[in-house]
Structures are given as C-alpha cells and as structure tokens.
C-alpha cells in the first residue's frame, strides 16, 4: 500500500486533479491520497489559505466578509464545474464556510486554525466526489472520524500515539480513502492545525500508522536539487538522501519537503518518494536510511533567512556551574526556543529565529540575563542568515570547513557564526542576511565544481 500525498499546486485547478485521477489509476497501490487546499495557479494568483486566514482576520475585526466568502466559493465552483462534479458540493463548500464563521465561542488562534483547515477539507470533499464520477470508488475521510488525535494547547501540534492505533484501521478499506492534510482534533474535540508543511506531515502520519510500503509526496518540481534553482543554476539532481540528511536541508529553507515531516516515516523506516504531479514518471528523490550511491562528502547546499543572535558576556562563564541551563531557562520561560549555542570561555551566543522575538520580549530577556545572571553585556542582534553544508559522507573527509571558509572568504563576508554537529552530517555557518546568495553560489562552486550560476 502507498499514501500518496499532492500539494497545493497539484490541486490549484480541475486540470491538475485530473492529473492526480491519472497518476492514481495508474497504480491501484495508491490507496490512502493526502490532499492540500488548491494553491497558486500563476505567480500573480492567491492560495485559497492565504485567502482564508484573511476571512478570519476581516470576521475577528467584525468587517464585512461577504465578497471574500464569495471569492473563495467561486475558486471551488470553478474547479467542481471543469470536473462536471453537481453542485451540490460547491452548496456544502459554502454552508461549511459560514458554519465555521459563526464558531465565535473560539479563542483567536483557534478561530483561525478551524478556518485555516477549511481549504484542505472542502478541496479532500470536493476531489473524492470527483474520483467517484470517473469510477474511482473513493471516501473522503475527515480527520477526526478516522481518530487524527493531536496534542492538546499549547504543545506543538503531534499526533498522539493512539492517534497512530486509530489510523491503522484504514489500511482495510476497500475503497481509495481521500483524506485531507494540515489538520487534526484534540482528544476534546478542539481543531488543531500542523506547522508549515502540514499536509506532508499529515501523509507522513498515515504512512506510518498504515506501515505503507512508500510514502509519495507529490509536488511541481521532479526531485531535490542539491542547491535552490531559483539561486545557483541548474544544480545537480539528488537521486537518494537519507533521512538525516533531509533533515538538516530541510531545518534550513529545502521547502519541498518540511523537516517535521519526517520523523513519523523516519520512526518506521518509511521511504520517502518525492514525485513530480506534472512528470509521473520521473524517478524523482527517494529519502532513505541509508543511500547506496556516494558521489561525493556534500550532498547539498542550502540556506534560510530570518535568525537573531543573543550574545552573552561573563567573565569566568565557563566555571560557573549551571550558567548555560538558568541562561536557557530564561529562554523557555518567554516561550523561545534556540537552534544553535556556540560558545567560547567567557561568552555565549544563542541563534534564535526572529519570528518569536519582539522589541519588548528582548528587552525583557536582556533585563532578566543582567539581572538574575549578573551577566556583564547582553543584547541581540538581527538580521543572519544560516548556511548549511550537508553530507553523509562528510564522516570520511577532512578540511571541509577549511575549504568552505576559503570559498565564503572569496566573496568578502564575514563568518559570524560556525556549528559543526558530533556526527559530522552538517556543518552550519551564521552569515549577514545581505550575503546569502553570493555565499551559497561560492559554496556549490567549491563543492560541486559548477562555475555556471546567476551573477
């Protein structure tokens, strides 16, 4: 059995669920189909979560919603009128809408996650009816009949063990289960959305709990490069990568596939086959344990935005017993969470992504480390971007951080930052946001002796 997971440009137009209707004719394996809400259709177009979250917004500030409800129904009438599916779903599109707006007993977040994951459950309604009016004898699937239980407020949305027990019964349906990703319910009933990429994560959790012989996760690109396109030009195809490896590229910006994604797979052993919805038959990217083929110690390049560093200044730092627990201790308390803490004897510096900061959180996290710390100099600093080298094989290759830092030097940046984990899989380098792409070409070129990249 195969889950079969389509993004949201897989499912932006009738056009393209046609192709999905194709690509699962084609294998009867395809049992258990994860769908996303229809995405962008051209550069200029709008997600139709995009569009929801802005419903929310306009009914929480009590505007009228009235021409945007419209605007989203009108985006499913059109795909339900080019598949010739009756309109009678496009009715329940739309009385599930305003169903959904009405729920004002809701806290804010809630009230926006239970519109959020309107765009994936209607599209899931909306394709299975569609499978069923081609002889496709389909089942939508809502979350929360199947038993997709997710942690309570405020953990980080996961799917609870037994959520895994519950899921598991759907590997005997006789008919192709059309489920819809992004969301789940907590043990009380309440909806809970996923982070970013969460339909992949929803796949992910049906793969494992089914125990699927693949997961295929479908999307408009044909594998994983070994550095982002839109930067260096034509970069080399990745045919296997491990687990850990797609790990470390997604934690820092690889977007097509999120690295929470993977551990229910990584758990089971699960092979991940990223697929091309426009080119089926394209071999595409397998995520593995362990690859056969190694071309060389980097398998790729990549890089993400949006970090800040809190610098910390001691003297004697490093004698003092408990310093770096009571330092993240502070953190946890106003609810950040760090990524990096490179160190030195008498000070410490903790890489944090921006998005969790604002200017009276980090007044407060400064006051409370020279206050209950008696740290000499706190502040941070804005602006980083993270650099990643990845490679399995780097366990067997010496002076890789040497050669990288003569190829970031080449471009006349500063190295802010290096982290180089145990197992050798990764090296990491803190660089100004301004210098990420210059950096990244530099690095592909050193590693992959490509010369040709966009100046």
Not at 250 to 263: P, T
Not at 424 to 436: D, P, R, T, W
Request: charged letters at 25%; hydrophobic letters at 40%; aromatic letters at 8%.
């Amino acid at each position: 059995m195969k889950v079969s997971k389509f993004g949201g440009t897989s499912v932006a137009s009738a056009e393209q669920i046609n192709k999905i209707a194709s690509i699962v004719k084609a294998d009867p394996s395809r049992k258990i189909i994860v769908v996303s809400a229809p995405g962008k259709r051209s550069n200029e177009d709008i997600k139709i979560t995009d569009l929801l979250i802005n419903l929310a917004e306009q009914a929480l500030e009590q505007k009228d919603t009235i021409a945007l409800q419209n605007q989203i129904i009108a985006r499913y009438k059109m795909i339900a009128e080019e598949l010739f599916v009756g309109r009678e779903i496009v009715e329940s599109i739309s009385n599930d809408l305003s169903r959904r707006l009405k729920d004002t007993h809701l806290t804010k977040d809630q009230f926006i996650d239970q519109l959020k994951a309107a765009g994936e459950d209607n599209n899931a309604k909306l394709i299975a009816a569609y499978f069923n009016n081609i002889g496709l004898p389909a089942q939508y699937m809502n979350p929360k009949e199947a038993g997709l239980i997710v942690t309570d407020f405020p953990q980080p949305t996961q799917a609870t063990e037994e959520a895994y027990n519950k899921l598991s019964e759907l590997q005997h349906s006789e008919k192709i289960i059309v489920f819809p990703g992004f969301f789940g319910f907590t043990k009380s009933g309440l909806l809970r959305t996923f982070n970013r990429g969460g339909s992949d994560i929803t796949g992910s959790i049906l793969a494992a709990a089914v125990n699927a012989s693949v997961y295929e996760n479908f999307t408009d690109v044909d594998c994983v490069f070994s550095a982002n396109p839109k930067v260096v030009n034509s970069p080399m195809e990745i045919e296997e990568i491990t687990y850990r490896e797609m790990r470390e590229l997604s934690y820092a910006g690889f977007s097509v596939f999120h690295d929470e994604a993977l551990m229910p797979v990584y758990k089971e052993q699960i092979p991940v086959n990223i697929k091309n919805t426009n080119n089926p038959l394209a071999a595409g990217t397998f995520i593995v344990a362990e690859r056969k083929k190694n071309k060389g110690p980097i398998t790729g390049i990549t890089a993400d935005s949006g970090f800040s560093t809190l610098y910390v200044s001691k003297y004697l730092m490093n004698r003092e017993l408990g310093f770096g627990r009571k330092l993240l201790q502070i953190l946890e308390e106003e609810y950040v969470s760090y990524e990096h803490t490179p160190s030195g004897l008498d000070d410490i510096s903790i890489i944090i992504r921006s998005h969790q900061l604002n200017k009276e959180k980090e007044e407060r996290i400064v006051q409370r480390i020279v206050n209950e710390l008696e740290a000499e100099e706190a502040y941070f600093r804005h602006g980083f971007s993270m650099i990643v080298l990845v490679g399995e094989g780097m366990n067997n290759s010496t002076g890789l951080a040497a050669r990288a830092a003569t190829a970031i030097s080449r471009t006349g940046a500063n190295i802010e930052m290096i982290n180089q984990g145990s197992s050798e899989v990764s090296i990491v380098f803190g660089v100004l946001q301004e210098k990420e792409h210059m950096i990244l070409r530099e690095l592909y070129d050193e590693f992959f002796s490509r010369v040709n990249v966009y100046s």
